[in-house]
C-alpha cells in the first residue's frame, strides 16, 4: 500500500493500480494471537496460532503459534482501520459480537 497518493498535473489524486499475485499464497486458521514490540520498537510482531482448548494431563494443552507476522508501526494502524471498518460491516449485517467468551455462555444458557 502506498504511503502517498500521486497527483495527476492539474494536482487531483491519481488512481494508482497495484499488482497483487496470490499465486504463492497460503491460508492458515487462527483462533489466537500475541502482539509485542520487536527489540527495535520500529516493528510489531503478531504471533498467530491454534488454541484447542483440549486438556491434557497435566492442564491444558499448549497453544500451538505457527506464523509471526512482522510489520511497522504504520501498518499496524492501517490494518487496525481495515478491521474496525469490517467488523463494523459484520455487525452491521449479523448483530453485535461478545468477545468475552463468559458473557457468550450466559447470553446462550
Given at each position: 500500500?502506498?504511503?502517498?497518493?500521486?497527483?495527476?498535473?492539474?494536482?487531483?489524486?491519481?488512481?494508482?493500480?497495484?499488482?497483487?499475485?496470490?499465486?504463492?499464497?497460503?491460508?492458515?486458521?487462527?483462533?489466537?494471537?500475541?502482539?509485542?514490540?520487536?527489540?527495535?520498537?520500529?516493528?510489531?510482531?503478531?504471533?498467530?496460532?491454534l488454541?484447542?482448548?483440549?486438556?491434557?494431563?497435566?492442564?491444558?494443552?499448549?497453544?500451538?503459534?505457527?506464523?509471526?507476522?512482522?510489520?511497522?508501526?504504520?501498518?499496524?494502524?492501517?490494518?487496525?482501520?481495515?478491521?474496525?471498518?469490517?467488523?463494523?460491516?459484520?455487525?452491521q449485517?449479523?448483530?453485535?459480537?461478545?468477545?468475552?467468551?463468559?458473557?457468550?455462555?450466559?447470553?446462550?444458557?
Amino acid at each position: 500500500m502506498a504511503e502517498e497518493t500521486p497527483l495527476t498535473p492539474a494536482g487531483q489524486p491519481q488512481q494508482v493500480q497495484v499488482q497483487v499475485d496470490v499465486s504463492k499464497m497460503a491460508a492458515v486458521y487462527t483462533n489466537f494471537f500475541r502482539l509485542s514490540l520487536s527489540s527495535s520498537t520500529e516493528e510489531i510482531l503478531m504471533d498467530v496460532g491454534l488454541h484447542t482448548g483440549i486438556m491434557i494431563p497435566g492442564g491444558m494443552e499448549p497453544i500451538q503459534l505457527t506464523h509471526r507476522l512482522v510489520m511497522n508501526p504504520f501498518v499496524a494502524k492501517r490494518l487496525i482501520e481495515s478491521l474496525k471498518q469490517i467488523v463494523a460491516r459484520h455487525e452491521q449485517a449479523f448483530g453485535a459480537m461478545e468477545v468475552d467468551p463468559q458473557k457468550r455462555l450466559r447470553k446462550q444458557g
